[in-house]
């Protein structure tokens, strides 16, 4: 393998983990932001990949879609599990189980 290939795939590498890095921080942004609006509790400050997966958006294009799961509670005693559907960087969907 050549030096030029092997730079390249370093960077390509660098640079998905950098979008994919900042993709990450705005579902955990969008989570924490949907339970205060909502007056829930955000649980454990994060929020998980489920799965990530190429597609076509007729709305959105090409790109990838990234499901990320958090936790919430409505009274304090229960834990319920939220999902934040992006494409790309973009936000598609919030889903409260509710």
Known sequence: MSTLALLLIILVSVLF???SS????????????TCKSR????????AALQGIRPVFSGKYGPGLQRTYTFDYS???LGRHTGCIIMH??????????E
């Open 88 to 97: 790309n960087a973009l936000v598609e969907a919030i889903l409260l189980d």
């Open 74 to 76: 409505v009274d304090g």
């Open 17 to 19: 983990w950098q979008y």
């Open 22 to 33: 900042q993709t990450r921080d705005k579902a955990l942004r969008t989570a924490r932001e």
């Open 39 to 46: 007056g829930l509790q955000f649980l454990d400050g994060s």
